[in-house]
């Protein structure tokens, strides 16, 4: 015989929910605690530091730490804080993620809409360039920023990034523009149009979705990056995670915890930013191509 | 001249030769039918009309130009996608005027366009509307407006009916085809819907396999079917086949069939006769259709050609205004069409009228109609 089938009572569900959100709760303090950490400390003093906890709120709001590590830091001999490090990396991410998008909205574009003998070997190709790590290109990449005559420039940081993404920027594209139907193309090749145009004015109106996603991925890959920093740029050059390095191995002096702490929330912030005004196109965009709207 | 010549046209992928010489000629404000199973070559050939996919040999002209090497663009069609293919980005409006922006029209004229295009469709409420907030019959009208504001030589249809429920589809097609007797336009239509083909078509061409089975005008592809393909694909429910061995008789030849352990003889119609005479001792495939078997005569005269058996029913079937009944002659099953109020209960007799003026015969190894 079945057993009669049991509901759920009212008081069960208000068990579980609160089961639920205490856990939630839990976990979202967890892992909000370092930043809490990082963001007391840099408001604290040096004397409050070495006085109080490391989890203590600062008895008084100083936002000194934050101007220091802004405009006055020392990285070995250089004093002018993460100010021009900072610039650095605006001036390379910026135009890097716009390129690497562009060219990977175009390239997803052509690998779709217009196949041709051997497209999809093309494609394989670029997939493999997902998984090459940067270390092996860092050899290859120097010698060829040598030749181009961009070594140790913004230009070159630039051509380093766009190269390195093609390849997720154009799988981004690609898997986006495969759920597009391939009629759509023929009727504008009908009404007229030529690549360009259905480019332009079909396909590129309809990618929102995927450019919030590849903007965001590339933003944080690019801005996040170090070794490529580190490697192709040097001294006054060099991005801001490359210099928040080199401010906190700083070893002489006092250890200044609340520098540190201001300056690797700077570091943090542009991508912060990002996440928070895009972040739910994020979302949206991700699941785009699975669930057809 | 016709609007459109499609001579000795092959498409080949590589080794596969998927369209084996194709011969069409559409005259001017004609309603073409290509149809066929999926895979026939009915899309590829449609595809390479407009231009969208490239011509192996042969030539395709419309309105006397030959337009191999021309682009889409430039060949004067309009489409119409099973999938509508509506710009999601643009309204209704704009969809409609898109090839006329791309085509540099000025602007008033434009509009005009759109307003007369709207009018004819009863789609003016809609113009400001996108494509997402339509139905599929509206995005499917929206669709035709496209094809319509470039007011071309030849419209092509490439089975633009197939995404729509039952129902929808009944109405849309009666649309098309009313829209076709306004503009007296040529059309070429694909479709794998035998029903859309026959209601629709002034000339249907039945394809199979990358051939052209038969041309000819819907009644004539339903009566006359060049060969058994064309037989069973077209019709529903579908003609009935049966192989018998043919007989002559005093002077007329026959079919041989048995019905349970009774065997008769059901002579070939006048037509026929000649044609059967040479394979008396042979095999034959018979087609009749399920509508020549039937509870009465078809005449309420007498009907030379009309003869009465009896039959055990196996399966019956009610449609509504017909029921099928299946009985077994030479072991095959046979689908006749009787009136409801006659239809029997499975397992009874009933006396059959089989109107044999309509009988096709075809050769079992060719396939190909014999008379």
């Known amino acids: 015989m079945a057993e009669p089938y049991r509901t759920q009572t009212a008081g069960s569900q208000l068990i579980g929910r609160t089961v639920i959100y205490t856990l939630l709760i839990l976990f979202a303090l967890y892992y909000l605690m370092p930043l809490f950490v990082m963001v007391t400390t840099s408001l604290k003093t040096l004397d409050d530091i070495r006085g109080g906890n490391l989890v203590a709120l600062p008895r008084e709001i100083s936002f000194d730490a934050w101007a220091k590590a802004w405009g006055a830091a020392c990285t070995g001999v250089f004093c002018g804080g993460l100010k021009g490090n900072f610039m650095n990396s605006v001036n390379f991410v910026v135009p890097a993620v716009i390129i690497s998008t562009l060219v990977g909205a175009f390239n997803g574009y052509v690998l779709t809409m217009w196949r041709f003998k051997g497209s999809d070997v093309l494609f394989t190709g670029l997939l493999i360039g997902c998984f090459i790590p940067f270390q092996v290109v860092l050899l290859p990449m120097a010698q060829t920023l040598g030749w181009l005559g961009i070594a140790n420039s913004i230009p070159g940081l630039i051509f380093v990034h766009v190269v390195y993404g093609l390849a997720f920027t154009t799988l981004f594209f690609r898997n986006f523009y495969v759920t597009v139907p391939a009629e759509l193309t023929k009727a504008a090749r009908i009404d007229g149009a030529g690549f360009f145009t259905i480019f332009w004015r079909i396909i590129l109106p309809l990618s929102p979705p995927i450019i919030v996603v590849c903007v965001i991925w590339q933003f944080t890959q690019i801005w996040n990056d170090f070794l490529f920093g580190v490697v192709f740029s040097s001294g006054q050059r060099q991005p801001i995670t490359v210099a928040l390095n080199n401010l906190v191995n700083t070893s002489t002096g006092v250890k200044e915890y609340n520098v540190d702490m201001a300056g690797a929330i700077i570091a943090a912030l542009p991508t912060l930013f990002v996440y928070v005004v895009a972040g739910k196109y994020f979302l949206r965009g991700l699941t785009a191509g699975a669930v057809k709207g | ?371």
């Open chain 2, 1 to 371: 001249m016709g609007s459109l010549s499609i001579r000795n046209v092959v498409k080949r992928f590589g080794p596969v030769q998927v369209l084996k010489g194709i011969n069409i000629e559409a005259q001017d404000g004609e309603f073409l039918i290509l149809v066929g199973p999926s895979g026939c070559g009915k899309s590829t050939l449609l595809n390479m009309i407009a231009g969208l996919d490239t011509i192996t040999s042969g030539e395709i002209a419309i309105g006397g130009r030959i337009v191999n090497d021309l682009s889409p663009k430039d060949r004067d069609i309009a489409m119409v996608f099973q999938s509508y293919a509506l710009y999601p980005n643009m309204s209704v409006r704009n969809n409609i005027s898109f090839g006329l922006k791309i085509r540099k029209v000025p602007k008033e004229k434009q509009d005009e366009i759109v307003a007369g295009v709207a009018k004819t469709l009863q789609m003016e409420p809609l113009l400001e509307r996108m494509p997402s907030q339509l139905s599929g019959g509206q995005r499917q009208r929206v669709a035709m407006g496209r094809a319509l504001a470039r007011n071309p030589m030849l419209f092509l249809f490439d089975e633009p009916l197939s995404n729509l429920d039952a129902k929808l589809r009944v109405e849309m097609r009666t649309e098309i085809k009313l829209l076709h007797e306004r503009l007296k336009a040529t059309i070429v239509y694909v479709t794998h819907d035998q029903i859309e083909a026959m209601t629709l078509g002034d000339r249907i061409a039945v394809m199979k396999d990358g051939e052209v089975r038969q041309l000819a005008s819907p009644q004539e592809v339903y009566d006359n079917p060049a060969d058994l393909f064309v037989a069973s694909f077209i019709g529903s429910p579908s003609m009935n086949f049966i192989r018998c061995p043919v007989v002559a008789e005093n002077g007329t030849v026959g079919v041989q069939l048995h019905e349970g352990a009774e065997t008769f003889v059901m002579p070939a119609p006048g037509a026929g006769q000649e044609a059967l005479r040479g394979w008396a001792g042979k095999d034959v495939i018979v087609g009749i259709r399920p509508e020549q078997i039937t509870d009465r005569s078809p005449w309420s005269g007498e009907n030379p050609h009309v003869v009465s058996r009896s039959a055990k029913i196996e399966v019956v079937q009610p449609t509504g205004p017909d029921t099928l009944v299946l009985i077994h002659l030479n072991g095959t099953p046979v689908t006749c069409r009787v009136h409801p109020e006659a239809a029997p209960h499975p397992g009874e007799s009933m006396s059959l009228m089989f109107d044999l003026s309509k009988l096709v015969f075809f050769d079992p190894q060719s396939e190909k109609r014999i008379s």
